[in-house]
T-cell receptor, first 116, second 111 residues
Framework: EAGVTQFPSHSVIEKGQTVTLRCDPISGHDNLYWYRRVMGKEIKFLLHFVKESKQDESGMPNNRFLAERTGGTYSTLKVQPAELEDSGVYFC??????????????FGEGSWLTVV | QKEVEQDPGPLSVPEGAIVSLNCTYSNSAFQYFMWYRQYSRKGPELLMYTYSSGNKEDGRFTAQVDKSSKYISLFIRDSQPSDSATYLCAMIKAAGNKLTFGGGTRVLVKP
């Protein structure tokens, strides 16, 4: 069974450009999450989808970030325009059921973003 | 102040030693506690999940939770070089849907 896959694995873009990160969750997982880790900080929650609906987007830093999950399958996270402080690693994760009660959540390997 | 504090290390131990890791947290709303292992350039991988105060054992790994002190621990017995990684504690509030992570402790097990 394929795990959570993310693309691209690495991306270097200039300040002001746009980057779109893609996440393919484990097949059948309705719950999809985005997290990120910026330099020197801990991994932080960005948002949570249940199927195609945004369940919680309280962690999205500002309106330069847009996440979508059309059709409830894969998800994209677009950063437009990118700023230097957006550099970091963006993790996608998925789970069969919501992660309350300790249900297992599976992480992808991350998309490493460098804004120069 | 961070909600979850974790010493970044690095923690270097000889092969076969016990690795002792811990996190403290400030919010008593956290009810579920996890330990993740993350190898370089990989995503976090769940090692242990605990809910109640006390110990939970799984092979060479033991997780402890002390809710009264807001303190959680992970012990790795008979450590191996393959245990060299960053270990992250994470926790969830009751009915919550998002993990709150510590900053991670880098562990190096030397052969």
């Amino acid at each position: 069974e394929a795990g959570v896959t993310q693309f691209p694995s690495h991306s270097v873009i200039e300040k002001g450009q746009t980057v779109t990160l893609r996440c393919d969750p484990i097949s059948g997982h309705d719950n999809l999450y985005w997290y990120r880790r910026v330099m020197g900080k801990e991994i932080k929650f960005l948002l949570h989808f249940v199927k195609e609906s945004k369940q919680d987007e309280s962690g999205m830093p500002n309106n330069r970030f847009l996440a979508e999950r059309t059709g409830g399958t894969y998800s994209t996270l677009k950063v437009q325009p990118a700023e230097l402080e957006d550099s970091g690693v963006y993790f996608c994760a998925s789970s069969l059921v919501a992660i309350g009660s300790g249900n297992t959540i599976y992480f992808g390997e991350g998309s490493w973003l460098t804004v120069v | 102040q961070k909600e979850v504090e974790q010493d970044p290390g690095p923690l270097s131990v000889p092969e076969g030693a016990i690795v002792s890791l811990n996190c403290t947290y400030s919010n008593s709303a956290f009810q579920y506690f996890m330990w993740y292992r993350q190898y370089s350039r990989k995503g976090p991988e769940l090692l242990m999940y605990t809910y109640s105060s006390g110990n939970k054992e799984d092979g060479r790994f033991t997780a402890q939770v002390d809710k009264s002190s807001k303190y959680i621990s992970l012990f790795i017995r008979d450590s191996q070089p393959s245990d060299s990684a960053t270990y992250l504690c994470a926790m969830i509030k009751a009915a919550g849907n998002k993990l709150t992570f510590g900053g991670g402790t880098r562990v190096l097990v030397k052969p």
